[in-house]
Nanobody
């Protein structure tokens, strides 16, 4: 399995921006579809965004579409999540995930490798 380490979380005011990074190691990064999920206290983990192996396709949850952008740099084995216009409801632990599957997976069960998570807190 690929090992994943997230960074870039923190505390930001509503309307602000953060960029999350996820560094991968252990396997060929370009073989994986990469995704971001989040989990707020008392809620289930939910899909945020994902990007295909060559970055040819990206897709998003409706709640973040137009505000968040996922990207990847296969030379640096890193995937990013640029988060703009943040809202208090974006507060959650954000997880990076990887899958060698196909298509446009959105379910957490489709992803076999996970990072430890990074906290994002948006104050009102």
């Amino acid at each position: 399995q690929v090992q994943l380490v997230e960074s870039g979380g923190g505390l930001v005011q509503a309307g602000g921006s953060l960029r999350l990074s996820c560094a991968a190691s252990g396997r060929t990064f370009s073989n994986y579809i990469m995704g971001w999920f989040r989990q707020a206290p008392g809620k289930e983990r939910e899909f945020v965004a994902a990007i295909t192996r060559s970055a040819g396709s990206t897709y998003y949850a409706d709640s973040v579409k137009g505000r968040f952008t996922i990207s990847r740099d296969n030379a640096k084995n890193t995937v990013y999540l640029q988060m703009n216009s943040l809202k208090p409801e974006d507060t959650a632990v954000y997880y990076c995930a990887a899958t060698r599957g196909y298509g446009l997976p959105r379910e957490a069960t489709n992803f076999g490798s996970w990072g430890q998570g990074t906290q994002v807190t948006v104050s009102s």
